[in-house]
């Protein structure tokens, strides 16, 4: 069993800063990919950041030089910083990893269970 637990979602108003944190636990052998998505109301689920365990970093445009994303392995846990808030950014964000439980095993898609950001204009 896995679990994907996200924190450090709140309000803030537009130009501000907010830190999301993603702890995954249970058995985990290896985890693969880390990334982060978000979703507003009415539309559809986006990815945000990715990682890899390698070190690569891929972002989508829309938050290109204004987010970074990072990791602890040693914790299991990735970050994203968010600066420079805008309104837009207001959603629902997951984390999403890719976990192996066992060695020799298969990779699986775990999700955390969401936390809000809001961007007050």
């Known amino acids: 069993q896995v679990q994907l637990v996200e924190s450090g979602g709140g309000l803030v108003q537009a130009g501000g800063s907010l830190r999301l944190s993603c702890a995954a636990s249970?058995?985990?052998?290896?985890?693969?990919?880390m990334d982060w998505y978000r979703q507003a109301p009415g539309k559809q689920r986006d990815m945000v950041a990715h990682s890899n365990s390698y070190g690569t970093t891929r972002y989508a445009d829309s938050v290109k030089g204004r987010f970074t994303i990072s990791r602890d392995n040693a914790k299991n846990t990735v970050y994203l910083q968010m600066d420079s808030l805008k309104p837009e950014d207001t959603a629902v964000y997951y984390c999403n990893a890719q976990i192996l439980s066992e060695f020799g095993g298969q990779l699986y898609d775990y999700w955390g269970q969401g936390t809000q950001v809001t961007v007050s204009s």
């Open positions: 249970g058995n985990i052998f290896a985890i693969d990919g």
